[in-house]
């Protein structure tokens, strides 16, 4: 099975700055990589795939880079609906996985 | 409007069995395979399977080989994930999320609201 290893696992930041995570697989995945944003209480929500195409109606502060085995999630400038749980997933083979997430919170 | 719609909460004894429904609406089951995924409390996103309804095939993660049934009934409109000799530890949120793909590329672009399935005694 492919493992996805996110970090850092929690992120404290504040407004307006500029916050990058990786997500590193445990094989290469090419790709095909997914990423998720979940705020407390609600279903994640597609934010990007193929690990760069940014989803219809995602911000455009909102970037994805990488393919093998190293990608990364940037936010250009944090603004406070920001603040959640992200998580990448890959879809290069069965079993699809999802990373441990990382959790950005307001410093 | 384009949504999933899962049923409500359960609270299952231990060793009993739990049906949770996914609806489709404003597109055809058919038309996407649809993944399940489970998060417990204060946890990560949790893969368990995925199905293509209009095969009727599906798979599932490893650990859940012998305890998960994915099925549709797209008369309805809605595919079916059955847990069985539900354990205190598959206390989670399940959801369903469909999976579309652009060429080689997929994604899970519409998940349901979650049903959250409680195994106590």
């Known amino acids: 099975d492919i493992q996805l290893t996110q970090s850092p696992s929690f992120l404290s930041a504040s407004v307006g700055e500029r916050v990058t995570f990786t997500c590193r697989a445990s094989?290469?995945?090419?790709?095909?990589l997914a990423w998720y944003q979940q705020r407390p209480g609600k279903a994640p929500k597609l934010l990007m795939y193929a690990a760069s195409t940014l989803h219809s109606g995602v911000p455009s502060r909102f970037s994805g880079r990488g393919s093998g085995t190293e990608f990364t999630l940037t936010i250009s400038s944090l603004q406070p609906e920001d603040f959640a749980t992200y998580y990448c997933?890959?879809?290069?083979?069965?079993?699809?996985?999802f990373g441990g997430g990382t959790k950005v919170e307001i410093k | 409007q384009v949504q999933l719609v899962q049923s409500g909460a359960e609270v299952k004894k231990p060793g009993a069995s739990v049906k949770v429904s996914c609806k489709a609406s404003g597109y055809t089951l058919d038309s996407h395979d649809i993944n399940w995924v489970r998060q417990a409390t204060g946890q990560g996103l949790e893969w368990l399977g995925w199905?293509?309804?209009?095969?009727?095939?599906?798979g599932h993660a490893h650990n859940f080989q012998d305890r998960v049934a994915m099925t549709t009934n797209t008369s309805i409109n809605t595919a079916f994930l059955e847990v069985s000799s539900l354990r205190s530890d598959d206390t989670a949120i399940y959801y369903c999320a469909r999976v579309r793909c652009v060429g080689d590329d997929c994604f899970a672009d519409l998940w349901g609201q979650g049903t959250l399935v409680t195994v106590s005694s």
């Open positions: 997933q890959q879809f290069n083979s069965y079993p699809l996985t």
């Open positions: 199905m293509t309804p209009e095969r009727g095939s599906s």
């Open positions: 094989q290469a995945i090419g790709s095909d």
